[in-house]
T-cell receptor, first 111, second 114 residues
Framework: AQSVTQPDIHITVSEGASLELRCNYS??????LFWYVQSPGQGLQLLLK??????LVQGIKGFEAEFKRSQSSFNLRKPSVHWSDAAEYFCAVNTGNQFYFGTGTSLTVIP | EPEVTQTPSHQVTQMGQEVILRCVPI?????FYWYRQILGQKVEFLVSFYNNEISEKSEIFDDQFSVERPDGSNFTLKIRSTKLEDSAMYFCASSRDTSNQPQHFGDGTRLSIL
């Protein structure tokens, strides 16, 4: 069965520090992978996507993610976090008609 | 940039009543979706819709739910005889295609069942 796992429920980082949010997926075929961000009271905004080619993908707001097939992972990274990055982050896999979302990682940024 | 819009932003309904959540997908998109997010939980797929019919639905999407595209722009989710556990954020999304095309999400409708 398809699934997406985000092992970290909550992460706290200092502003300016680097960030890595983990995502592991379970899917038999080549996955189409996405990261979305959700600010409080708002909808889901696409950060970046991967479906083929270069395994390191760049997204908006300075985020990037690396697809590692051998580890079934698609971790999200940012070299220097800003206070405005505080939000909920969701990893998702698209199997065609349906998106499977992870449970999300809540990011807190401290001054 | 085109957006998916949802109305209302917040809906309060008495238990047992029917509610209709409305969405206007991006105009050149062909695939439409509804998702639910219960407070503090993950986003859950409800249903996908293409060519005026349901293409896939989850276990959550039982006979209590229905979707409709009543005209060329709106996409609605109807919940009949609402229950307390239907309280959640409901997100509409649309995409040009499936597979590698991202789904664009609306800001959601918060449904509160009293």
């Amino acid at each position: 069965a398809q699934s997406v796992t985000q092992p970290d429920i909550h992460i706290t980082v200092s502003e300016g520090a680097s960030l890595e949010l983990r995502c592991n997926y379970s899917y038999g075929a080549t996955p189409y992978l996405f990261w979305y961000v959700q600010s409080p009271g708002q909808g889901l905004q696409l950060l970046l996507k991967y479906f083929s080619g270069d395994t390191l993908v760049q997204g908006i707001k300075g985020f990037e993610a690396e697809f590692k097939r051998s580890q079934s992972s698609f971790n999200l990274r940012k070299p220097s976090v800003h206070w405005s990055d505080a939000a909920e982050y969701f990893c998702a896999v698209n199997t065609g008609n349906q998106f499977y979302f992870g449970t999300g990682t809540s990011l807190t940024v401290i001054p | 940039e085109p957006e998916v819009t949802q109305t209302p932003s917040h809906q309060v309904t008495q238990m047992g009543q029917e509610v209709i959540l409305r969405c206007v997908p991006i105009s050149n998109h062909l695939y439409f979706y509804w998702y639910r997010q219960i407070l503090g939980q993950k986003v859950e797929f409800l249903v996908s819709f293409y060519n005026n019919e349901i293409s896939e639905k989850s276990e959550i999407f039982d006979d209590q739910f229905s979707v409709e595209r009543p005209d060329g722009s709106n996409f609605t989710l109807k919940i009949r005889s609402t229950k307390l556990e239907d309280s959640a954020m409901y997100f509409c999304a649309s995409s040009r295609d499936t597979s590698n095309q991202p789904q664009h999400f609306g800001d959601g409708t918060r449904l509160s069942i009293l």
